[in-house]
T-cell receptor
Framework: DAGITQSPRHKVTETGTPVTLRCHQT?????MYWYRQDPGHGLRLIHY???????DKGEVSDGYSVSRSKTEDFLLTLESATSSQTSVYFC?????????????FGSGTRLTVV | AQSVTQLGSHVSVSEGALVLLRCNYS??????LFWYVQYPNQGLQLLLK??????LVKGINGFEAEFKKSETSFHLTKPSAHMSDAAEYFC???????????FGAGTRLTVKP
């Protein structure tokens, strides 16, 4: 395994509650990404990080925030969960920002907002 | 902005038959192109990538893809399908850095005995 784990693997939460998803890596990679996967849309970038405390928005960042206080951990927070945020969330890591490198993905977190 | 289009959300083949999954890209500059595979309840795994070194790229599990600039295509093929190939396949494109990565909607491959 590439040393990337996501927790929890499954979560059901109620509308309006805060939710935090965790991505942990043991590869000491600088770049970390959060994606959501929805049928018919493939994967869409939510936020990414290029170092400790360095983060930026992706194409679907509304309603999400992130934090990275350590190289190995990248947290995704839904401040007030909505049903439209029901999705499968994937974390990915990369050792370089170069576009030809590709990603290593975690196994995903399936989030259901009821 | 760059994008990819995967033709066919579902493809079904018989075991032993040719697998062809189609991907067309749109990019203003020479792109980097990727194919990923996702097995049920798992994350995506890199199958192969095109980085301009060679137009025919060989990947894991017997898959290969050919970059055709004139057709803006990067189709994925495998000469003989195996039951274990049943999965969802994603084409992706990036330009200068990984933050630009864009994924297609995915193609689900079914392999019939």
């Amino acid at each position: 395994d590439a040393g990337i784990t996501q927790s929890p693997r499954h979560k059901v939460t109620e509308t309006g509650t805060p939710v935090t998803l965790r991505c942990h890596q043991t590869e000491n990679h600088r770049y970390m990404y959060w994606y959501r996967q929805d049928p018919g849309h493939g994967l869409r970038l939510i936020h990414y990080s290029y170092g400790v405390k360095d983060t930026d928005k992706g194409e679907v960042s509304d309603g999400y925030s992130v934090s990275r206080s350590k190289t190995e951990d990248f947290l995704l927070t839904l401040e007030s969960a909505t049903s439209s945020q029901t999705s499968v969330y994937f974390c990915a890591i990369s050792g370089t920002e170069l576009g030809d490198y590709g990603y290593t993905f975690g196994s995903g977190t399936r989030l259901t907002v009821v | 902005a760059q994008s990819v289009t995967q033709l066919g959300s579902h493809v079904s083949v018989s075991e032993g038959a040719l697998v062809l999954l189609r991907c067309n890209y749109s990019s203003s500059v020479p792109p980097y192109l990727f194919w990923y595979v996702q097995y049920p309840n798992q994350g995506l795994q890199l199958l192969l990538k095109y980085t301009s070194a060679a137009t025919l790229v060989k990947g894991i599990n017997g898959f290969e893809a050919e970059f055709k600039k004139s057709e803006t295509s990067f189709h994925l093929t495998k000469p003989s399908a195996h039951m274990s190939d049943a999965a969802e396949y994603f084409c992706a494109v990036s330009l200068f850095n990984n933050n630009d990565m864009r994924f297609g909607a995915g193609t689900r491959l079914t392999v019939k005995p």
